[in-house]
């Protein structure tokens, strides 16, 4: 998947499930997010329960394979994270959703998927992924920024379980003075900014994109954010580990998930220095690019009034 033969993936996929299906393994102790929920039972006019058993990012990327599937299915049903419950009542496909909980889902089905399986179902590649965005909706911002700055969010920690995609604070400090640049902390959950910048996070995940649509930018990690930014179509700028998540896939600088994210990767385990310079260089651009573009429409201003 990383080298973008999903084919190949797919067809690895079938062999572990048949070998489950003949041992009839039993996964429900193992922990929630490393269980295998779907048996190849084909999803063809049936009524499908769509688990979300990983990160709120995982879900914000995958719900949009919901649209397709409807199209297969007799009814959807998502039972999904509750801080998201509002943010995907805007994704079309979705028969039901139910807030997900620890116990069994009280729910009537034919079918049970785990979201991050539902590309297997439906033998997705790279090609066929769905690449219009937005494909969730948030409320229009009431923020008024200063169009005169770069107003650029920031996210540089990610999910404990995996430290390794976080960036440590002391090297973010050659981002701190670049001119024409105006930070905003998007951390989710609430951190104290390493620079200096106005705190823009909060806990409601809707008002978070919301807010978020009113900045030029967004720079993150491998977080929920950088996820909600892709969805919501806005201009996002990723920082990747060495090691990267599959999704990322290898050696681009783009990403078919989502159209409007540039990927910003290490060279070397941990070298997140490297990734900080080509990002204050690519900023220093974006500003440069600013600057030139207000003194073009000043000119034309001119040229228009005289």
């Known amino acids: ?17 048949a070998r489950r299906r003949a041992r009839m393994e039993d996964c429900s102790h193992w922990p929630r997010h490393l269980q295998f929920i779907w048996n190849g039972e084909p999803i063809e006019n049936r009524r499908l329960l769509i688990r979300c058993y990983h990160g709120l990012g995982d879900t914000i990327q995958f719900v949009r394979l919901l649209t397709p ?19 995907v009542r805007t994704v079309p496909g979705i028969d039901r959703i139910e807030a997900l909980h620890d116990g069994v889902p009280q729910i009537d089905y034919e079918v049970d998927i785990e979201l991050m ?7 997705l590649t790279p090609a066929r992924i769905p690449r219009r965005v937005p494909y969730i909706y ?10 005169s700055m770069l107003n650029v969010g920031l996210a540089w920690q990610s999910g404990d379980w995996l430290p390794e995609r976080s960036i440590p604070d002391s090297a973010l400090a ?37 807010r ?28 990747l580990q060495a090691d990267c998540d599959w999704r990322w896939m290898s050696e681009r600088s783009d990403s078919p998930w989502y159209p409007t994210m540039r990927l910003f ?42």
């Open 265 to 306: 990767r290490q060279h070397a385990p941990g070298g997140w220095s490297s990734v900080i310079e080509e990002i204050r260089a690519a900023l220093e651009c974006e500003t440069r690019g600013r600057v030139t573009s207000r003194a073009r429409d000043i000119r034309s201003a001119g040229c228009r009034a005289s």
């Open 138 to 147: 948030v409320p229009p911002s009431r923020l008024q920024l200063d169009p």
């Open 174 to 210: 050659p981002l701190t003075n670049i001119a024409g640049v105006r930070w905003y902390s998007l951390q989710y959950p609430h951190r104290t900014p390493p620079l200096p910048a106005t705190d823009l996070a909060c806990a409601d995940i809707v008002e978070l994109g919301s």
């Open 1 to 17: 998947m990383r080298r973008g033969d999903f084919a190949a993936a797919w067809r690895v996929s079938d062999e572990v499930l």
């Open 69 to 87: 599937l409807r199209a297969r299915a007799a009814e959807v049903t998502l039972w999904v994270q509750p801080q998201l419950i509002e943010l």
């Open 117 to 123: 399986e539902v590309p297997h179902v439906l033998r």
């Open 212 to 239: 978020m649509q009113a900045l030029d930018l967004i720079i993150t990690v491998d977080t929920m954010v950088a996820h909600l930014a892709g969805a919501l179509g806005l201009s996002v700028w990723t920082a």
